[in-house]
């Protein structure tokens, strides 16, 4: 027997039930955009040394900014270590008069509890992504993708000292060179250069090139 919804609706109606609320969850691409200037996000990545050494490297992103800070490498990632850098984030934030509310990291064994205890003493939330979701933290995959193309992949890492050297060099690289699609092309530590105009001054353009590690990294900037 087929019943209406009218049916149903004037059912509930004379018994004094009200209709069920419409859903109000928030979905997690709304999350993001919304609170995308009180989010960081971290993660872990590893690489390898010539002698066959296995370092992990510590990240953590902007999500408004895009700006990425390199918390270390170390070939054993303890809690003291972790924990540590944790604090020294908590205290960069705090000398760049960056207001966090909320940190996105997966579900790795090597966070411990004092890490995310640190974070919530400095009044900053810790979301876990899901299992197997590493689309939950698209941005912090997306720029470990990049780095480990551009970098590890290209470059010969001796021990721990050049990897650090070099994941130094990038950092500046990607926070005062490159422009990022996600914030219209902009740099997280430089603001874009005033736009050429005249065309007579397009068709004497004076490009220089600077070379970063070697040749591995390139940038290229319209000298005044």
Same mark, same amino acid.
């Given at each position: 027997?087929?019943?209406?919804?009218?049916?149903?609706?004037?059912?509930?109606?004379?018994? !004094?039930?009200?209709?069920?609320?419409?859903?109000?969850?928030?979905?997690?691409?709304?999350?993001?955009?919304? @609170?995308?200037?009180?989010?960081?996000?971290?993660?872990?990545?590893?690489?390898?040394?010539?002698?066959?050494?296995?370092?992990?490297?510590? #990240?953590?992103?902007?999500?408004?900014?895009?700006?990425?800070?390199?918390? !270390?490498?170390?070939?054993?990632?303890?809690? !003291?270590?972790?924990? @540590?850098?944790?604090?020294?984030?908590?205290?960069?934030?705090?000398?760049?008069?960056?207001?966090?509310?909320?940190?996105?990291?997966?579900?790795?064994?090597?966070?411990?509890?004092?890490?995310?205890?640190?974070? #919530?003493?400095?009044?900053?939330?810790?979301?876990?992504?899901?299992?197997?979701?590493?689309?939950?933290?698209?941005?912090?995959?997306?720029?470990?993708?990049?780095?480990?193309?551009?970098?590890?992949?290209?470059?010969?890492?001796?021990?721990?000292?050049?990897?650090?050297?070099?994941?130094?060099?990038?950092?500046?690289?990607?926070? @005062?060179?490159?422009?990022?699609?996600?914030?219209?092309?902009?740099?997280?530590?430089?603001?874009?250069?005033?736009?050429?105009?005249?065309?007579?001054?397009?068709?004497?353009?004076?490009?220089?090139?600077?070379?970063?590690? !070697?040749?591995?990294?390139?940038?290229?900037?319209?000298?005044?």
């Amino acid at each position: 027997m087929k019943v209406a919804a009218s049916t149903v609706w004037e059912i509930l109606q004379q018994a !004094g039930i009200d209709p069920a609320p419409q859903p109000t969850s928030t979905t997690w691409a709304t999350f993001l955009r919304s @609170q995308a200037q009180a989010i960081i996000a971290a993660d872990f990545f590893e690489t390898s040394t010539l002698a066959g050494a296995r370092l992990y490297v510590l #990240a953590v992103t902007e999500h408004a900014t895009r700006r990425v800070r390199i918390l !270390g490498a170390t070939a054993h990632p303890t809690a !003291g270590w972790v924990a @540590q850098a944790a604090r020294n984030l908590v205290m960069d934030l705090e000398d760049a008069g960056r207001a966090v509310k909320y940190l996105i990291r997966d579900r790795d064994g090597k966070y411990p509890t004092l890490f995310d205890a640190i974070l #919530a003493d400095a009044d900053n939330t810790v979301v876990r992504s899901g299992v197997r979701t590493p689309r939950m933290n698209s941005i912090m995959e997306r720029w470990i993708h990049a780095c480990r193309h551009e970098l590890p992949d290209r470059t010969l890492i001796w021990n721990q000292t050049h990897l650090l050297h070099a994941l130094r060099e990038y950092e500046r690289h990607h926070n @005062q060179h490159r422009p990022h699609r996600g914030i219209a092309n902009s740099r997280p530590l430089r603001p874009l250069p005033e736009p050429i105009t005249d065309p007579a001054a397009l068709a004497r353009l004076n490009v220089h090139r600077h070379d970063r590690l !070697g040749g591995v990294l390139h940038e290229y900037e319209n000298a005044a």
